[in-house]
């Protein structure tokens, strides 16, 4: 492998992880904002971060020669060759995008067990656990995370051939 390809391949997981983050938990906080209180400069905050990290998305995604150019980030190496051993591109995207979905659940499902036992201990008892209340809209944000960290599981394969696609 390169020293190109490793950068790339950098590059490649940093966008997809940072798409994650910014589309799971920062937008899902600031929609709740506008629920509780609509206000038409959160709207615009709203709007303008989201289309900044998907831009920035995609610069990452598809602009990673660019960058790479610009960055000078495969020149002064002594050696232009990176050994991993049996490990190629598409084993390295695999397991980062495997990662990325495990920590999608296990930062999540605590927060969706807490929340669906305290909606049901509403329902039982009519009261909530001391110094909480019940966020519905948190129980589906936490639901979607969990759902698309499974789907990343389990579709690591054609996500990484996906991410892998030699630039033209």
């Not at 589309?23 to 509780?36: A, D, E, R």
């Not at 998305?57 to 991993?84: E, H, V």
Request: glycine content about 4%.
């Amino acid at each position: 492998m390169t020293k190109r390809d490793f950068f790339r391949i950098l590059i490649k997981i940093f966008g997809l992880y940072s798409l994650v983050l910014s589309i799971f938990t920062v937008i899902p906080q600031n929609i709740s904002n506008i629920l509780y209180q609509f206000d038409i400069m959160i709207l615009l905050i709203i709007l303008a971060s989201t289309l900044i990290s998907v831009g920035l998305f995609l610069i990452l995604l598809f602009k990673t020669d660019f960058i790479i150019d610009k960055l000078k980030l495969d020149k002064g190496f002594d050696d232009s060759q990176i050994n991993f051993g049996n490990l190629t591109n598409e084993s390295i995207l695999k397991l980062a995008i495997f990662i990325i979905g495990g920590f999608l659940i296990i930062d999540y499902t605590p927060s969706l067990l807490f929340d669906l036992v305290n909606a049901f201990k509403n329902k039982a008892t009519f009261s909530t656990i001391e110094g909480s209340s019940i966020d519905y809209f948190q129980i589906f944000v936490s639901l979607i995370n969990i759902v698309i960290g499974y789907l990343f599981i389990t579709n690591y394969k054609s996500i990484s051939k996906f991410l892998d696609k030699k630039q033209s």
